[in-house]
């Protein structure tokens, strides 16, 4: 049986339940190791039950292990999970309460037996996500080197009088050539005065000389995610600016210097917000330091200062300090870290900054 | 005030409730005229607010009407949301319940003052929004007419070697330039024994000689999509591939020529599903005929065998009948319908099939 699945067998025993109903595609993609779409898991002790529809039984057929018994779903996903409930005697199942609408809940609990106890989980899969094994570093590597090589090939194409939008669409074919499947988001490429939203929604605006270009972007290679940003500036860089960009890029090199296993995220987060602070920065620097990355762009661990869970090997997530000074310009500086019981890694390390 | 914001204070008034919390992004989108993320809208007798975090309040300044306004969520939207509920005296408030997960209401539940009443509410604003307006529609006919220059674009590059996620790379920038903001969805490229998958992920496959290609690709133009399917042949076609091509070809000839404002859904499922069946192949479409686009690529209404509504004037979908042969083949013929009181307009009319 499939490692994972037996992790939740585990879980199943420790919180005494006969089964967990898995709504979120990407837990249910982690514990099938495929990428799965508008489908739902039942896993019990007696099996595994694939509910997905007509679109992709096929599919489903060719990629799923056979521990994976696949059902198609013919009238709503709840009169199946009834059914299969009942083939399996199930008195009560776990679901997963941040994936799964009021609406659904209410069909749900409306659908099943009121016999049928139905229990609240949270974050069950997601706990077990955070440890990346050797393929999923591995995957989560080729996807940062992909968007390594296209920070160098964008450097290249950025000149005065390129739309924000003209990038985008070099990158993302560039991308697509270098094996990703596709962008891990919509690639952000932000001039001027647009780089000093956060997640700017890449325009029309055609670059200018003396202004910086942010690109936030990343791929997704075999479902598993990237993602980086650097600050670039075309032409004569400004003092204000050049001052901005040593301090992120200071905070970015002191955040990473300082983690190590057991640090908790909070004290990261602490040590660059409280640089960027130090040098009169600090209300500039709205967003947390980073997120974890893998099967999504964003997951746990969040590296923030309300984050006091200690760090773990197998982690793999960003560093990102920013400041923004509105109507004016911002800088970014983001990387990507693995926690391995060797040490700190970043696969992102070998691109300038 | 805008009209949006209007037609929902009638429907506060109709359902006897004090405010409107929204958190759709889509639905934020519609009642904004913005494109809007990570936030949250409340809309009450007394005004708009628009919650959103940091990272985005500045940009929110720039785009948003005087008529909402803007908080920044500090501590949790649930916080944040009692306090407005607080300071404009609100007694109870409709909740979309299809947009809220389960755990999200329990933390809104927590948050608010026992005394509030949360009325679970749907399809409020999704139903406004299957009434395009005449600016809605000009959007999504640009939308169509770059999807159409960009499968006639495609139709060019498609030759036996090229790998599928390299017409989605050469596509995707192609549309970029024509002033698109992004693909609505991943470009679906489907070669030989992959198209028999209806909603097959884009691969590394090399494209053949004597196969078929499938392209399902839609883009998103100033936040308005649109859909479209065409499905090619590379080198010599197969007797089997021109029947079934054929009656695909035909079934969506028929349903398209059954509509008409005040025809049921329904019913043009119906037409081109029974012709399909009556070609022997009825087993092999197991998808609804059709679905509603505009903010979302899928959005009401369906057009399936269970939806007996009327069709009325303003909507906007699909008509895209297939038929997938299991490790053979597929064929999907997808058309976008505008169905106005001049009568039924296919902006994808132009584009051969």
Known sequence: MNPRIKKIHGLLKEKK?????????????YLTESISRDSFLLVSKD??????????????????????????????????LAL?????NLTNIGFEEAHLSYAAFKKMRKELPESLRLVPTRDLVETLRQKKNANELARIKKAVGITVAAFRYAEKILKPGIRELEVAAEVERFIRYQGALCAAFDIIVASGPNSSYPHHITSHRKLRNNEPVLIDMGVDYEG??????????????TPLYRRVYAIV???????????KIRA??????????????????????GHTLGHGVGLEVHEAPRISGKDSAPL??????????????????????????????????????SLDK
Do not use: W
Request: charged letters at 25%; proline letters at 2%; glycine letters at 10%.
């Open 17 to 29: 339940l006969d089964a967990f109903f898995v709504s979120s595609a990407h837990n249910i993609s």
């Open 47 to 80: 099996g595994c039950v694939y509910f997905t529809d007509s679109r992709y039984t096929a599919e489903a057929r060719g990629v799923l292990g056979r521990s994976f018994k696949i059902e198609k779903i013919v009238d709503s996903i709840f009169r199946s």
């Open 84 to 88: 299969a409930c009942k083939r399996e």
């Open 224 to 237: 598993y995610k990237s993602d980086l940003t650097r600050t670039f500036f075309l032409g004569r860089i």
């Open 249 to 259: 890029l200071q905070a970015n090199q002191l955040a990473i210097e300082s983690l």
């Open 264 to 285: 908790r995220a909070s004290e990261i987060d602490n040590v660059a917000r409280g640089f960027i602070a130090g040098h009169g920065f600090g209300e500039f620097f």
């Open 312 to 349: 773990t090997s197998g982690m793999v997530f960003t560093i990102e300090p920013g400041i923004y000074l509105p109507g004016k310009f911002g800088v970014r500086i983001e990387d990507m870290i693995f926690l391995t019981e060797k040490g700190v890694e970043i696969p992102s390390g």
